[in-house]
């Protein structure tokens, strides 16, 4: 049987939590009082928002704190139903602690319904001397402004560079492999501050046998992000034949849709220094291909169409 890397190394305690040193000081702090409010956990996928609620869970209840946790995921259960039953139900019996209250943890809490959230606001009122709620998001925005103020939001950010690759060393220690610095730059560059991501990359390329940045890309369905800086500059130069060449490798070799690319393109063109007016009129034409891919158009045509736009956008700028 596989272990699940990202389960087999998630922390237990929230000292073990990375990148987030300010929200730990302050669950910290609620740990020691033995008290905690209703609590937002708001920021991108993978980075600890589902850890740091399990760790805190630990630290209060210690050993029984399977039986005073409990966790949903809203994005499977996003009706009214689950509020009336679910919730309700595990709301209303008695907490089996002696810090009085049990947690919650709605994790994408963010697409739960209107009514869902409404419904909600009342259980909390109701049942807040024995459950304590925990909303997991990726837009605090999405949650109605009813339950937002009844919570502390703690913002959660993607892990930077040095942590997240200093986490993967340790792992690739305790798994018996070493990683070089060129494939964590690598696994850094896909993952883009996911640590839940960066883990699972790390341990299929682990289980294929060949450690190095090419089957890192392979793996995670992505390439060298140097290809999207090369596809923008050979299009500006008016290359159209070449730039279609690039473009249909990315396409038909490596797989990636259309709007893969155009986000590739987009977070290439971001990082560079170029003329104000030409990177304005750059991301305009990949936002009008998106748009149009999205509505329906076909890859291979308006890809043609972008990579058009782009030679003539280097020809007006040269």
């Not at 883009?192 to 940045?213: F, H, W, Y």
Request: hydrophobic share 40%; net charge negative; charged share 25%.
């Amino acid at each position: 049987m596989i272990n699940i890397w990202t389960e087999k190394y998630r922390p237990t305690k929230l000292s073990g939590v990375i990148g987030e040193s300010d929200n730990i000081n302050r669950l910290d702090s609620f740990v020691k009082e033995k008290n905690i409010p209703h609590l937002i956990f708001a920021g991108p996928p993978g980075t600890g928002k589902t850890s740091t609620a399990i760790a805190l869970a630990i630290e209060l209840f210690g050993e029984s704190w399977k039986d005073n946790f409990l966790e949903l995921n809203a994005s499977n259960e996003r009706g009214i139903d689950i509020i009336r039953e679910n919730i309700k139900n595990f709301a209303k019996i008695k907490p089996s602690n002696d810090i009085g209250f049990k947690i919650i943890f709605l994790d994408e809490a963010d697409h739960l319904t209107g009514d869902a959230q409404a419904a909600l606001r009342r259980t909390m009122e109701m049942y807040y001397n024995t459950t304590r709620f925990i909303f997991s998001c990726n837009y605090s925005s999405k949650i109605i402004p009813p339950i937002q103020s009844r919570c502390v939001v703690l913002r959660f950010s993607p892990v930077n560079e040095d942590e997240m690759k200093a986490k993967l060393r340790a792992i690739s220690k305790k798994e018996g492999f070493e990683i070089d610095d060129e494939s964590l730059n690598a696994i850094y560059e896909i993952s883009e501050g996911d640590m839940r991501k960066a883990i699972n990359v790390l341990q299929a390329i682990k289980t294929s046998g060949k450690i190095d940045p090419l089957t890192i890309y392979r793996i995670a369905g992505e390439i060298n992000k140097n290809e999207y800086k090369n596809l923008i500059n050979i299009a500006l130069e008016g290359n159209f034949n070449q730039a279609r060449d690039l473009l249909d490798k990315m396409l038909i070799d490596y797989g990636l849709s259309g709007i893969d690319i155009i986000k590739g393109m987009h977070s290439s063109i971001r990082k560079e220094q170029i003329a104000y007016k030409q990177k304005l009129e750059i991301i305009m034409a990949l936002a009008e291909a998106e748009f149009r891919i999205v509505e329906g158009g076909t890859d291979n045509i308006q890809m043609d169409a972008l990579i058009a736009k782009l030679s003539y956008i280097g020809s007006e700028i040269n």
